[in-house]
């Protein structure tokens, strides 16, 4: 079974759209982290946001914002008013494990492409 | 610019080749990672190093040899590679390996096998 499912693999909007990806995760630890990273076709990963297990604060940052809901072990990420800039592979992944023995597992990813 | 720099960003080899793939980083970070990428897929766990120390081995062939000199270099040293090997190898730093912590990858060294 996945841990990390991101249902959306390619969605494709006009620029100045709204648009939420989903990510649905699965674990049996307590204390966990859920990751957003960017992937530009550039292939360098971007690091956006990261949440722990115990905080479900909800957080925007400029253009972004993310909705972690452990009653549905969720982690959605929208971006508001889409920009061309905003095109490329989005990942949800999730840290799991403990100790020295985390590992960062990611779902299958969301290919964004933002028209102008 | 990543502040993970990763080279070459493209390797052509043969299957008889011998090859090393680099990655450094000036970040003050003790723990370095290799994934794996192939087309249109996520990035794939191979190798976690933690303070110099190979904490993690994804089950990863062994020609597939990581190296960690010093705390600010991660090398993979490959030999003997098959077709199915050609992919994207991105190199990941982070402070340490807690779980909290944000990787900071590379833009990822494309490699192909012939």
């Known amino acids: 079974a996945q841990k990390v499912t991101q249902a959306q693999t390619e969605i494709s909007v006009v620029e100045k759209e709204d648009v939420t990806l989903d990510c649905v995760y699965e674990?049996?630890?307590?204390?966990?982290?859920l990751f957003w990273y960017k992937q530009p076709p550039s292939g360098e990963l971007v690091f956006l946001i990261r949440?722990?297990?115990?905080?479900?604060q909800n957080e925007i940052s400029g253009r972004y914002s993310w909705n972690f809901q452990k009653s549905t072990s969720s982690f959605n990420f929208t971006i508001t008013a889409s920009q061309v800039v905003d095109s490329a592979v989005y990942f949800c992944?999730?840290?799991?494990?403990?100790?020295?023995?985390?590992?960062?597992?990611f779902g299958k990813g969301t290919l964004l492409t933002v028209n102008p | 610019d990543t502040e993970v720099t990763q080279t070459p960003k493209h390797l052509v080899m043969g299957m008889t080749n011998k090859k090393s793939l680099k990655c450094e980083q000036h970040?003050?970070?003790?723990?370095m990672y290799w994934y794996k990428q192939k087309a249109k897929k996520p990035p794939e766990l191979m190798f976690v190093?933690?303070?110099?120390?190979?904490?993690i081995n994804e089950s990863v062939p062994s020609r597939f040899s990581p190296e960690c000199p010093n705390s600010s270099l991660l090398n993979l040293h490959l030999h003997a590679l098959q077709p199915e090997d050609s992919a994207l190898y991105l190199c990941?730093?982070?402070?340490?390996?807690?779980?909290?912590?944000?990787?900071?990858f590379g833009d990822g060294t494309r490699l192909s096998i012939l």
């Open positions: 949440r722990n297990s115990f905080d479900e």
């Open positions: 970040m003050g970070h003790r723990a």
């Open positions: 990941a730093s982070s402070l340490e390996t807690g779980g909290y912590q944000p990787q900071h």
């Open positions: 674990t049996r630890d307590t204390t966990y982290y």
């Open positions: 992944a999730l840290s799991e494990g403990g100790g020295s023995n985390y590992k960062l597992t």
């Open positions: 190093y933690s303070y110099e120390k190979l904490s």
